[in-house]
T-cell receptor, first 116, second 114 residues
Framework: GAVVSQHPSWVICKSGTSVKIECRSL??????MFWYRQFPKQSLMLMAT?????????EQGVEKDKFLINHASLTLSTLTVTSAHPEDSSFYIC????????????FGPGTRLTVL | TQLLEQSPQFLSIQEGENLTVYCNSS?????LQWYRQEPGEGPVLLVT?????EVKKLKRLTFQFGDARKDSSLHITAAQPGDTGLYLC??????????????FGKGTLLTVNP
C-alpha cells in the first residue's frame, strides 16, 4: 500500500512561535492532501484540503492565516501553525490521495503538537 | 449537526464477547470506509464498502453497508484484547473526479479486557 510520512512525529514549542509540519507521500504522487486535527479520544476533524499548485480550501471555522498550508509538489504538503497558543495543542494528521482513480486516502502517522 | 452518527461512543467488553458498532446518516454516501486507530498513530483502513447491501468480512470483522447507502455496521465476533482501539467510520458523498473529501463519525473507543 501507499505510504505517507509526517515530520516531526512530535514537537513542543513555546507560545507565540510558529511550527511547520511536513506531510510526504513516499511512493505515489499525491494530487490532493488533507489536514486533520484530532483531540484525545475524539474523531478526526478536517481542517483543509490542498491540491498541488493551488490554494488550500479551508473548512468553516478554520483560520487560514493561522494554519498556513502549502502543497508545492506532488509529494509534499506543509502545515504551518503560526503564533501557536496552548489551545492549538493537538494531534495533527495528514492524508493523501493520488490521481487516476485512486480514491483511497492514505493517512500519515500524525504529529503531536504541544504548545507551552 | 453531525453528518455521520456513530454509536456507541465508548464500549468496554470482555474477551470473547461479540459487539456491533453502528454508523448512521440521513445522507446517501457513494462509499463508506471503516478505520481503526491506535493511540499516537494515524488511522488504518479496514474496509471500503460501495454497494448498497454489501457485506464484507475481514477475519472476525463483518462490515455491512445499508441498502440505501445511508448506514453501515461493524460486527466483531469473539473480541480479543488486540481489537482495542478507536474505530472510525467515514463516508464520501461524491464520486469520481477530485471529490475525495471524507466525513468522519465521532468514533467508537473499544476496550477489550482480557
Amino acid at each position: 500500500g501507499a505510504v505517507v510520512s509526517q515530520h516531526p512525529s512530535w514537537v513542543i514549542c513555546k507560545s507565540g512561535t510558529s511550527v511547520k509540519i511536513e506531510c510526504r507521500s513516499l511512493d505515489f504522487q499525491a494530487t490532493t492532501m488533507f489536514w486533520y486535527r484530532q483531540f484525545p479520544k475524539q474523531s478526526l476533524m478536517l481542517m483543509a484540503t490542498s491540491n498541488e499548485g493551488s490554494k488550500a480550501t479551508y473548512e468553516q471555522g478554520v483560520e487560514k492565516d493561522k494554519f498556513l498550508i502549502n502543497h508545492a509538489s506532488l509529494t509534499l504538503s506543509t502545515l504551518t501553525v503560526t503564533s501557536a497558543h496552548p489551545e492549538d495543542s493537538s494531534f495533527y494528521i495528514c492524508s493523501a490521495t493520488g490521481a487516476g482513480g485512486y480514491n483511497e486516502q492514505f493517512f500519515g502517522p500524525g504529529t503531536r503538537l504541544t504548545v507551552l | 449537526t453531525q453528518l455521520l452518527e456513530q454509536s456507541p461512543q465508548f464500549l468496554s467488553i470482555q474477551e470473547g464477547e461479540n459487539l456491533t458498532v453502528y454508523c448512521n446518516s440521513s445522507s446517501v454516501f457513494s462509499s463508506l470506509q471503516w478505520y481503526r486507530q491506535e493511540p499516537g498513530e494515524g488511522p488504518v483502513l479496514l474496509v471500503t464498502v460501495v454497494t448498497g447491501g454489501e457485506v464484507k468480512k475481514l477475519k472476525r470483522l463483518t462490515f455491512q453497508f445499508g441498502d440505501a447507502r445511508k448506514d453501515s455496521s461493524l460486527h466483531i465476533t469473539a473480541a480479543q484484547p488486540g481489537d482495542t482501539g478507536l474505530y472510525l467510520c467515514a463516508g464520501r458523498m461524491g464520486s469520481g473526479g477530485s471529490n475525495y473529501k471524507l466525513t468522519f463519525g465521532k468514533g467508537t473507543l473499544l476496550t477489550v479486557n482480557p
